[in-house]
């Protein structure tokens, strides 16, 4: 009775030796690994860029919100000014009335209403003094969070540009690549292909064709064993690795 075929023989044709194909299949996987490392090189850049632009924002609103506020601050004080010009009217205005007043009691009324004015001329120039301090401490974080903005400017504008020299750089690279791979992938049995794509796109590193180190698969570092690494090196049948499902390579087939 004939033995029934493994999941990873079924993946095998009859015109095409098990070496054949894992060289192949090994071929393509060292290509893409080379168009990952493009895309990694290039995907850091932009989330840099992107890091940027979200603290160059807020560094702006921040700018805006300090303008706003000493904004307002300036209009009080020029307010509380106002206030100050009013209460000395008044106190002029009463110390005249004191003069034509018929009895101590209305002059002891303008008099308070004088002591009164004088307070708050006090209080106010009390809180302008306060004002002024609390401008100045607003100029000053607005003249720190300009620096701090004008620095990140200069990072972006520099980021921009490296993002722009690699990506015009490496583009013409991974086309290339690109190209190479499909011309790798049509050489490929279709039902590996697709199994190849399948542990590919599962893997965290994109690794999907390992080779066999030190008697272990060098995708998870998991032991193989003795017979399966005989497998493996005769070139028996296509082989994957029991933990992390991989396909291995003996070391002997890419020499």
Known sequence: MAKAKTSAEKLLGDDESVEVKMKRLYELQLI????DALLTLRGELPM?????EAKIEALQGKMNNEAEEIQE??????????????AKSLIVKYKEQQDNVRNNRE??????????????????????????????????????IGTYLAEKEEALELKRKELTEITNETKK????????ATACKAQVEPRLLQAYENVRNNARNGLAVVLVKRDACSGCFNKIPL??????????????????GRFLVSEELIK
């Open 73 to 86: 601050v300036e209009s009080l004080i020029l307010k509380r000014k106002r206030d100050i010009e009013i």
């Open 32 to 35: 893409d690994s080379q168009i």
């Open 227 to 244: 017979q399966r690494q005989i497998d493996i090196a005769t070139n028996k049948k296509v082989a994957t690795c029991e933990y992390c």
């Open 48 to 52: 840099e860029v992107q890091e940027l």
């Open 173 to 180: 690279e991974e086309d290339a690549l690109r190209k190479q």
């Open 107 to 144: 002059h002891e009324s303008l008099s308070k209403e004088i002591e009164y004015q004088s307070l708050e001329i006090e209080l106010h120039e009390k809180k302008i003094k306060e004002a002024y301090a609390l401008v100045e401490d607003k100029n000053r974080n607005k003249d720190e």
